[in-house]
């Protein structure tokens, strides 16, 4: 499980660095 945990960790912060380069795109847009 731990490992498990440490990927959803991994995944939530790559969503979370990919919406905020959506933010910017969308303020520049």
Do not use: H, N, P
């Amino acid at each position: 499980m731990g490992k498990q945990r440490e990927g959803l960790i991994e995944d939530a912060w790559i969503y979370q660095f990919l919406y905020c380069i959506y933010e910017e795109v969308s303020e520049v847009t």
